[in-house]
């Protein structure tokens, strides 16, 4: 069964950076997709970053810029650097990870305030 496990999660003020990371039980060198969603209270869960088989990217306009995705083959790990952090990127964060079947981590919580 694969796993997702995310951690790097916490409480930053605003214009602060963190950086998510997910370890993934498989290997990662094959997938049709990577991806962060998060999911902010009372809404829906939301794509923010994604790596698509081919390596290419795409974000959530209200991310571009300030998030970049990244991957770690040889880690089996997926992250997620978040700069210029805003009081909306609060959120409950999970990982993704798509190979045929789609699998996902428990999140981890971020949470942007002064």
């Known amino acids: 069964q694969v796993q997702l496990v995310e951690s790097g999660g916490g409480l930053v003020q605003p214009g602060g950076s963190l950086r998510l990371s997910c370890a993934v039980s498989?290997?990662?060198?094959?997938?049709?997709?990577l991806a962060w969603y998060r999911q902010a209270p009372g809404k829906a869960r939301v794509l923010v970053a994604r790596?698509?088989?081919?390596?290419?990217?795409n974000y959530a306009d209200s991310v571009k810029g300030r998030f970049t995705i990244s991957r770690d083959n040889a880690k089996n790990a997926l992250y997620l650097q978040m700069n210029s952090l805003k009081p909306e990127d609060t959120a409950v964060y999970y990982c993704?990870?798509?190979?045929?079947?789609?699998?996902w981590g428990k999140g981890t919580l971020v949470t942007i305030s002064s």
């Open positions: 498989v290997s990662i060198s094959r997938f049709n997709a």
């Open positions: 993704n990870y798509v190979y045929g079947l789609e699998h």
């Open positions: 790596i698509i088989s081919g390596g290419s990217t």
